[in-house]
């Protein structure tokens, strides 16, 4: 059996319709607005991607899912494609501001200097 | 576009000042709560977006030397008509500084068309403006891509959302911000953050990053200001953190710095590696000071409030203005009343009467009738003037005549047709019995004092204040004696004898072009980029060296000149001989690139000549070779008409012996 790949929101979002499916679309804003803080416009463009790549299917205003929950799985949030930014500032800037990735040896001793700190 | 960019810098250099001085003040404060280090980076924003402040004698920019020129509030350190000053000179307040900007300024080319420090200026303020261009260009870009990738960031709750593309939390958004989390943080470390990135939004840092930033944009050539951002960054973090702990308790310091230590080995390697990261991470010393954090002592506290205080007022004050008034022989001159008035003509009644009347005379002076002499030339103005009150005369050198000398030379400037200008002073107090004395000053005599047609400086209010400022500084007496004594010795123009026929042809214009028997002899010196034929036109590309010289006795003095490059072009004739048709010179100021670029074409078809005006600007930034060629020229003149021991006697008053 086929696996469906999801992003968490993408994840998220199709949970609320295999939890109500059949669901009207309009209900499915509203729905999306609640518990995502979703706009609306933001729901239907992720509805018609998730249409587009035949994981649920819009007819006649009722969203219903054509893969089943089993089927479907999120990506693993540390398996991010390509970051394409970081925090609110352009990305040369949080490197020049020193925001780098520490070393593995400058993490051990980070650590070590928070036990004994907190001991 | 220059004035804009000559403002930023301005607020550049102050804010460069307070940087530095905050940078040490933030090491005194070291022992303090982070955010009194946080505010002290307030000044230098207000610094680089404000050019105006107020004054005090308690500014920390006291201790400049000397006070840059404050005009209207603004700290001046770069005037804004450098690019047509004779020394362009700036004053950062720190002579040594001064001094090794300044002698690598390049000096005015009195007779070019364009300065090479206005090229310059107007060159530096399109490479700023392109970099501001393109950094704006990629914030925003930056920006829009970051919201349309939260944009599908789901509720957690409140004002939190999460998105899986993300390795960092931060705050986003302007009006009501959401903080936005990496989706599957454990519950544990996200109390800790959201505390963090709550009391970010309590105290409005996110708006402060982005504005912060946006200054930075326009002082990006700042090197200073990067590194004040990075600071201002760390410290804005450091006191989050602090006030984060302050309200927790010390307790969650391990469990916190924990989180924080979590969340940055989460990062993707990407930056590793970056040629722009500095120092110790930002991690690193944010989780020591969060181990170190106490909480500050009361008196600790009060110290740095005190300090801190004193340090912004300090640092946002401009330095008192000393105001040195003027020396008396200096009365101030309104320069754009001045350019007002200019006229062509003599007998412009009105206006040549306002142009007397906005210059200043000596206390106890009054002005009385103007009388105009138009009716054939020389034209010359009289102006009577009636002495009222002796006491302060003497005092201010009004019997050397240097204050009406002074006036006179303006009115030259100013008025193109004139040539004499009488100023007859009567006395009205008895003192002096009666007597009337008359300065009489002519065109020629000005030129020679000045070195230069001094209508040149009527172009603007800008020019008249550098010939208002050159009269300032000068001593009339000595100029005076010194050459009128000395008779005047007629030549004529120079004669080239050279063997190439197009060189033959391009001297015999160009000295054409520029003679004016009546106004000294003309030397000329070409220098010939190419010479195209097409049917029975040939055309001369040029640039001429050409000046006025007059010489009383042994001193050779330079009357006028310029140094303009031009299309030369001529009609062959039927026995091979050429005539001049057209001699085009090159526009001055904004026009100069364009106008050469439109002429370098070929003289029939009119068809472009690639490369060549290219090579004409190129050229045009040095003159080494071209004043070479006009020396040597000269000296030849000189020897072909038997004068030796001639001395020439430049603008500068620089000596330089020929013959």
Not at chain 2, 531 to 547: I, R
Request: proline share 4%; hydrophobic share 40%; aromatic share 10%.
């Amino acid at each position: 059996m086929e696996q469906y790949k999801l992003f968490d929101a993408e994840y998220k979002f199709a949970s609320l319709v295999w939890k109500n499916e059949p669901i009207n679309s309009t209900e499915l804003v509203k729905l999306s607005r609640d518990k995502l803080g979703w706009k609306k416009s933001t729901t239907y463009t992720v509805l018609r991607k998730l249409c587009e790549r035949g994981i649920l299917k819009n007819e006649d205003a009722t969203v219903s899912a054509i893969v089943k929950k089993e089927d479907a799985q999120k990506y693993e949030s540390q398996t991010v494609i390509e970051k394409v930014f970081d925090g609110s500032l352009p990305q040369f800037l949080t490197a020049f501001l020193g925001e780098r990735k520490i070393t593995e040896r400058e993490a051990e001793e980070l650590k070590r200097i928070i036990e004994e700190a907190t001991k | 576009m220059t004035d804009l960019f000559t403002a930023v810098l301005n607020m550049s250099i102050t804010a460069s000042y307070v940087a530095l001085a905050a940078i040490a003040a933030r090491m005194l404060l070291i022992k303090a709560p982070k955010i009194f280090s946080y505010v002290l980076w307030l000044p230098v924003f207000i610094r680089l977006v404000c050019p105006f402040s107020f004054n005090s004698a308690f500014s920390f920019l006291n201790f400049l030397q000397h006070n840059p020129r404050l005009s209207s509030g603004a700290m001046e350190y770069v005037p804004y008509n450098i690019g047509f000053m004779q020394d362009p000179a700036v004053d950062v307040g720190i002579g040594s500084i001064s001094n090794a900007v300044n002698s690598s300024l390049p000096p005015a080319a009195p007779m070019a068309s364009a300065n090479p420090m206005q090229v310059a200026m107007g060159f530096a303020s399109n490479v700023w403006i392109v970099g501001v261009s393109l950094l704006l260009i990629y914030s925003i870009v930056s920006y829009l891509k970051v919201m349309d990738n939260v944009k599908t960031a789901t509720l957690v709750r409140d004002n939190i959302f999460e998105a899986d593309r993300i390795t960092t939390p931060f705050v986003c958004g302007f009006i009501r911000p959401k903080i936005i989390i990496p989706a599957g943080m454990s519950e544990n470390e996200l109390s800790y953050i959201l505390a963090h990135e709550q009391t970010h939004i309590k105290r409005l840092d996110y708006l402060v990053k982005p504005f912060a930033f946006l200054a930075l944009i326009f002082h990006w050539f700042n090197p200073l200001m990067w590194l004040s951002f990075a600071l201002m960054s760390k410290d804005m973090e450091m006191s989050c953190d602090e006030s984060v702990l302050k309200k927790l308790g010390n307790d969650i310091k391990g469990s916190y710095s924990n989180s924080l230590l979590s969340l940055s080995v989460k990062r993707s390697g990407l930056l590793m590696g970056s040629p722009l990261a500095f120092g110790e991470s930002n991690i690193k010393s944010r989780i020591k000071n969060i181990l170190a954090y106490k909480k500050p002592k009361f008196w600790v506290v009060a110290a740095a409030i005190v300090i801190t205080a004193v340090l912004i007022v300090s640092f946002t004050a401009n330095p008192k203005n000393e105001d040195v008034s003027a020396p008396i022989t200096y009365p101030e001159y309104d320069a754009e009343v001045l350019i007002a008035n200019k006229t062509p003509y003599v007998g412009n009644n009105s206006k040549v009467v306002a142009l007397i009347d906005a210059l200043p005379l000596p206390a106890g002076i009054v002005r009385g009738t103007v009388e105009l002499h138009t009716a054939n030339q020389p034209y010359e103005i009289t102006i009577n003037l009636v002495m009222t009150d002796a006491s302060d005369v003497t005092v201010q050198g009004v019997i050397s005549g240097d204050a009406f000398y002074r006036n006179s030379i303006l009115l030259f400037s100013l008025i193109d047709n004139v040539d004499i200008i009488n100023c007859k002073i009567s006395d009205n107090t008895g003192k002096y019995d009666d007597a009337s004395y008359t300065f009489t000053y002519t065109r020629e005599m000005t030129e020679r004092l000045i070195g230069e047609d001094v209508r040149s400086y009527a172009g603007s209010a800008g020019t008249l204040k550098n010939l208002i400022d050159r009269l300032n500084g000068m001593s009339f007496d000595a100029e005076r004696t010194s050459k009128d004594e000395q008779k005047e010795i007629k030549l004529p123009d120079f004669k080239a004898n050279v063997s190439d026929p197009i060189e033959q042809l391009v001297y015999d214009a160009a000295v054409k072009q520029y003679s004016r028997p009546n106004d000294g002899f003309t030397v000329v010196a070409p220098t010939i980029f190419g010479s195209y034929e097409e049917g029975n036109k040939l055309k001369v590309f040029v640039t001429v060296f050409n000046m006025r010289y007059r010489l009383y006795g042994k001193t050779l003095s330079e009357v006028s000149g310029g140094i303009v490059p031009a299309a030369i072009t001529f009609t062959k004739n039927a026995d091979g001989s050429y005539t001049l048709d057209e001699y085009l010179e090159a526009m001055d100021g904004s026009f100069f690139p364009k106008s050469i670029k439109e002429y370098c074409v070929m003289p029939v078809s009119k068809k472009e000549i690639r490369g060549l005006s290219d090579k004409i600007l190129d050229d045009y930034g040095d003159h080494k070779n071209r004043s070479e060629l006009l020396m040597e020229n000269l000296v030849e003149h000189l020897k072909s008409n038997d004068q030796k021991g001639i001395i020439l006697k430049r603008v500068t008053d620089e000596l330089v012996p020929l013959t």
